[in-house]
Nanobody, 118 residues
Framework: QVQLVESGGGLVQPGGSLRLSCAAP????????IGWFRQAPGKEREGVSC????????YYSDSVKGRFTISRDNPANTLYLQMNNLSPDDTAVYYC???????????WGKGTLVIVSS
């Protein structure tokens, strides 16, 4: 059974930063695109970012481009999302999932909550 486990969510003030982590099996990081999706209250889930397995190409939604950075550490079995200059619009549950941008694929974590508020 494949498990993706997110961590690092919490409460942060507008303009602040947060780094999310996703613990994933090594074979997922080696062979699958993997990324981040989010769902805000009352809204549909949307893609945030994805990184390909083959060449490390990265993809971002327009709303986070220039503020968020996705990266992975395969030997550490971990995917990251560095989030800077956060705004209340970034408040959401963030999910780690395998992806083929902009779509989430077969494996999903349970999510971590990010709240941006003063």
């Amino acid at each position: 059974q494949v498990q993706l486990v997110e961590s690092g969510g919490g409460l942060v003030q507008p303009g602040g930063s947060l780094r999310l982590s996703c613990a994933a099996p090594r074979f997922i990081l080696d062979y699958y695109g993997i990324g981040w999706f989010r769902q805000a209250p009352g809204k549909e889930r949307e893609g945030v970012s994805c990184i390909s397995a083959s060449d490390g190409s990265t993809y971002y939604s327009d709303s986070v481009k220039g503020r968020f950075t996705i990266s992975r550490d395969n030997p550490a079995n971990t995917l990251y999302l560095q989030m800077n200059n956060l705004s209340p619009d970034d408040t959401a549950v963030y999910y780690c999932a395998t992806c083929s941008w902009p779509y989430g694929m077969d494996y999903w974590g349970k999510g971590t909550l990010v709240i941006v508020s003063s």
